[in-house]
Protein backbone atom coordinates (compact mmCIF):
# COMPACT_ATOMS: atom_id res chain seq x y z
CA UNK A 1 0.00 0.00 0.00
CA UNK A 2 1.71 3.52 -0.69
CA UNK A 3 -0.08 6.74 0.55
CA UNK A 4 0.45 10.34 -0.94
CA UNK A 5 -0.38 13.49 1.14
CA UNK A 6 -1.05 16.80 -1.01
CA UNK A 7 -2.66 19.91 -0.37
CA UNK A 8 -0.39 21.63 1.83
CA UNK A 9 0.43 25.14 1.99
CA UNK A 10 0.79 29.05 3.93
CA UNK A 11 -2.91 30.11 4.68
CA UNK A 12 -3.76 32.46 6.98
CA UNK A 13 -5.44 31.97 10.53
CA UNK A 14 -9.55 31.54 10.13
CA UNK A 15 -8.92 30.27 6.49
CA UNK A 16 -9.74 26.44 4.87
CA UNK A 17 -7.46 24.24 3.69
CA UNK A 18 -8.31 20.39 2.05
CA UNK A 19 -5.54 17.90 2.46
CA UNK A 20 -5.83 14.70 -0.03
CA UNK A 21 -4.57 11.39 0.72
CA UNK A 22 -4.24 8.89 -2.50
CA UNK A 23 -4.09 5.55 -2.06
CA UNK A 24 -2.43 2.96 -4.10
CA UNK A 25 -1.03 -0.73 -4.27
CA UNK A 26 -3.04 -3.18 -2.07
CA UNK A 27 -5.84 -0.68 -1.27
CA UNK A 28 -8.79 -4.16 -0.40
CA UNK A 29 -6.60 -4.55 2.79
CA UNK A 30 -7.24 -1.15 4.34
CA UNK A 31 -9.42 -1.03 7.50
CA UNK A 32 -8.88 2.41 8.43
CA UNK A 33 -7.44 5.46 7.21
CA UNK A 34 -6.47 8.54 9.62
CA UNK A 35 -4.34 11.67 9.72
CA UNK A 36 -1.31 12.58 12.02
CA UNK A 37 0.38 16.17 12.31
CA UNK A 38 3.86 16.86 13.56
CA UNK A 39 4.61 20.63 14.66
CA UNK A 40 8.31 21.61 14.81
CA UNK A 41 10.01 19.78 18.13
CA UNK A 42 6.61 17.84 18.77
CA UNK A 43 5.80 14.26 18.65
CA UNK A 44 3.42 13.11 15.93
CA UNK A 45 -0.31 13.26 17.36
CA UNK A 46 -3.34 11.65 16.06
CA UNK A 47 -5.74 13.93 13.59
CA UNK A 48 -8.80 12.18 12.76
CA UNK A 49 -9.31 8.92 11.47
CA UNK A 50 -12.06 6.67 9.30
CA UNK A 51 -13.15 3.50 8.26
CA UNK A 52 -12.42 2.61 4.82
CA UNK A 53 -15.81 1.36 4.35
CA UNK A 54 -18.68 2.77 6.27
CA UNK A 55 -19.46 5.93 8.36
CA UNK A 56 -17.44 6.00 11.59
CA UNK A 57 -14.97 8.84 12.29
CA UNK A 58 -13.31 9.84 15.10
CA UNK A 59 -11.47 13.62 16.01
CA UNK A 60 -9.19 14.41 18.25
CA UNK A 61 -10.88 17.17 20.94
CA UNK A 62 -7.92 19.63 19.41
CA UNK A 63 -9.72 19.94 16.04
CA UNK A 64 -13.09 18.59 16.31
CA UNK A 65 -15.59 20.87 14.86
CA UNK A 66 -13.38 22.10 12.45
CA UNK A 67 -11.71 19.19 10.43
CA UNK A 68 -13.48 16.69 8.62
CA UNK A 69 -12.11 13.56 7.41
CA UNK A 70 -13.71 11.88 4.07
CA UNK A 71 -13.12 9.83 1.70
CA UNK A 72 -13.84 8.74 -2.42
CA UNK A 73 -13.72 5.06 -2.56
CA UNK A 74 -13.81 5.45 -6.41
CA UNK A 75 -10.88 7.69 -6.96
CA UNK A 76 -9.30 5.98 -3.63
CA UNK A 77 -8.61 9.12 -2.24
CA UNK A 78 -8.93 10.49 1.51
CA UNK A 79 -9.47 14.33 2.48
CA UNK A 80 -9.12 16.53 5.69
CA UNK A 81 -11.30 19.42 5.10
CA UNK A 82 -9.68 22.39 7.64
CA UNK A 83 -12.00 24.90 8.30
CA UNK A 84 -11.11 27.97 10.85
CA UNK A 85 -7.52 27.31 10.82
CA UNK A 86 -5.30 28.26 13.95
CA UNK A 87 -1.44 29.10 14.11
CA UNK A 88 -1.43 26.02 16.70
CA UNK A 89 -2.87 23.90 13.56
CA UNK A 90 0.29 24.28 11.67
CA UNK A 91 2.30 21.05 11.26
CA UNK A 92 3.27 18.61 8.88
CA UNK A 93 0.55 16.68 8.14
CA UNK A 94 0.65 12.93 7.81
CA UNK A 95 -1.95 10.16 6.14
CA UNK A 96 -1.87 6.33 7.51
CA UNK A 97 -3.58 3.17 7.06
CA UNK A 98 -3.99 0.16 9.11
CA UNK A 99 -4.86 -3.56 8.41
CA UNK A 100 -6.83 -4.24 11.52
CA UNK A 101 -10.57 -3.01 11.46
CA UNK A 102 -10.18 -0.93 14.97
CA UNK A 103 -9.81 2.90 15.21
CA UNK A 104 -6.37 3.57 16.63
CA UNK A 105 -4.92 7.17 18.08
CA UNK A 106 -1.16 5.72 18.36
CA UNK A 107 1.29 6.09 15.31
CA UNK A 108 2.86 2.94 16.22
CA UNK A 109 -0.83 1.41 15.39
CA UNK A 110 -0.68 1.86 11.59
CA UNK A 111 1.13 -0.06 8.93
CA UNK A 112 1.78 2.65 6.08
CA UNK A 113 2.52 5.84 6.06
CA UNK A 114 2.42 9.06 3.46
CA UNK A 115 5.40 11.54 3.25
CA UNK A 116 3.47 14.10 4.91
CA UNK A 117 2.69 17.85 3.68
CA UNK A 118 3.31 21.14 5.43
CA UNK A 119 0.59 23.72 6.35
CA UNK A 120 1.39 26.38 8.26
CA UNK A 121 -1.14 29.07 9.64
CA UNK A 122 0.14 32.67 10.28
CA UNK A 123 -1.29 34.45 12.56
Known amino acids: VQLQASGGGLVQAGDSLRLSCAVS????????LAWFRQGAGKDREFVAA????????YYADTVKGRFTISRDNAKNTAFLQMNSLKPEDTAVYYC?????????????????WGQGTLVTVSS
Open 96 to 112: AARIHPSIAVRPDQYDY
Open 50 to 57: MRWTGTTT
Open 25 to 32: GRTFSIRV
